[in-house]
């Protein structure tokens, strides 16, 4: 076998434990999947009536807003995944588990591949249940099939930047305490964007953080593609954001997996 058939190989092993690791400790996934199903109640039944208004539904105020924040609530989702693989990253490298793959004859970038896409599977798994919850209380998406598309691998490309990000931020921290925390702005910075209400709504300097932002741009994009609603130059903003964070995460990720001490 070549060694991209052994990594291959090897990233698929490590797949199957981050998925016996769901199926083992579903306290974990139940809280990514659950937090924003909540959020999603909570602003539609709470707050739903009077934001709803002032985006100017007058007959069904909470099934415009509905539309409206749903796209947001997905983007929760996908932030709320990433901060767990923080936390599962940390565990690895705090318990041992690490020190003894080091021992072993496998791909060194498998360890950190099966951390990736188990999350992504875990992260794509609560977009779906949220679409579904949105869609039983009032979601109503206009999207054809090639939007569908569009929209999951728009979906796909965050998961995967933000996951990749996340996975840099529990190598960095030293016990699972802080991994559980540095990733925390990742469930910030969708609430101060255009996820909930328009951003020209916001005072000016929080408007100008709000519009330039990446959470801001990937929101309008899967909001355009799911609902009908412009997307302007959001989608190549957004996809630059992605490669960017993807990328630099990725690199940092490498660095710090390389030249960790076991602890």
């Given at each position: 076998?070549?060694?991209?058939?052994y990594?291959?190989?090897?990233?698929?092993?490590?797949?199957?434990?981050?998925?016996?690791?769901?199926?083992?400790?579903?306290?974990?996934?139940l809280?990514?999947?659950?937090l924003?199903?909540?959020?999603?109640?909570?602003?539609?039944?709470?707050?739903?009536g009077?934001?709803?208004?002032?985006?100017?539904?007058?007959?069904?105020?909470?099934?415009?807003?509905?539309?409206?924040?749903?796209?947001?609530?997905?983007?929760l989702?996908?932030?709320?995944?990433?901060q767990a693989?923080?936390?599962?990253?940390?565990?690895?490298?705090?318990?041992?588990?690490?020190?003894?793959?080091r021992?072993?004859?496998?791909s060194?970038?498998s360890?950190?591949?099966?951390?990736v896409?188990?999350?992504?599977?875990?992260?794509?798994?609560?977009?779906?249940?949220?679409?579904g919850?949105?869609?039983?209380?009032?979601?109503?998406?206009?999207?054809?099939?090639?939007?569908?598309?569009?929209?999951?691998?728009?979906?796909?490309?965050?998961?995967?930047?933000?996951?990749?990000?996340?996975?840099?931020?529990?190598?960095?921290?030293?016990?699972?305490e802080?991994?559980s925390?540095?990733?925390?702005?990742?469930?910030?910075?969708?609430?101060?964007?255009?996820?909930?209400?328009?951003?020209?709504?916001m005072?000016?300097?929080?408007?100008?953080?709000?519009?330039?932002q990446?959470?801001?741009?990937?929101?309008?994009?899967?909001?355009?593609?799911?609902?009908?609603?412009?997307i302007?130059?959001?989608?190549?903003?957004?996809?630059?954001?992605?490669?960017?964070?993807?990328l630099?995460?990725?690199?940092?990720?490498?660095?710090?997996?390389?030249?960790?001490?076991?602890?």
């Amino acid at each position: 076998m070549s060694t991209l058939s052994y990594a291959l190989t090897d990233s698929a092993t490590m797949l199957r434990r981050q998925l016996r690791h769901m199926q083992r400790y579903p306290s974990m996934t139940l809280l990514i999947l659950g937090l924003p199903v909540v959020f999603l109640l909570l602003f539609v039944y709470v707050f739903g009536g009077t934001l709803g208004a002032g985006l100017g539904g007058v007959a069904d105020s909470r099934a415009v807003y509905v539309t409206y924040v749903t796209p947001g609530i997905i983007l929760l989702t996908v932030a709320a995944a990433a901060q767990a693989t923080a936390i599962s990253v940390a565990m690895d490298m705090t318990e041992g588990i690490i020190a003894r793959f080091r021992t072993m004859a496998i791909s060194r970038a498998s360890v950190l591949t099966g951390h990736v896409l188990g999350s992504m599977i875990q992260s794509m798994l609560g977009v779906g249940i949220v679409i579904g919850i949105a869609a039983l209380i009032g979601f109503r998406p206009t999207a054809g099939p090639a939007a569908w598309l569009a929209a999951i691998g728009v979906l796909a490309m965050i998961s995967f930047a933000l996951i990749w990000l996340s996975v840099a931020l529990g190598l960095v921290s030293k016990n699972v305490e802080t991994a559980s925390n540095l990733p925390m702005f990742l469930l910030l910075l969708p609430f101060l964007g255009s996820g909930f209400v328009p951003t020209d709504s916001m005072p000016t300097g929080l408007r100008w953080f709000a519009e330039y932002q990446p959470f801001t741009p990937a929101t309008q994009t899967v909001r355009g593609l799911l609902t009908g609603t412009p997307i302007g130059n959001n989608a190549i903003i957004a996809v630059a954001w992605c490669a960017g964070i993807a990328l630099l995460s990725y690199l940092w990720a490498r660095k710090l997996y390389n030249r960790d001490p076991i602890r």
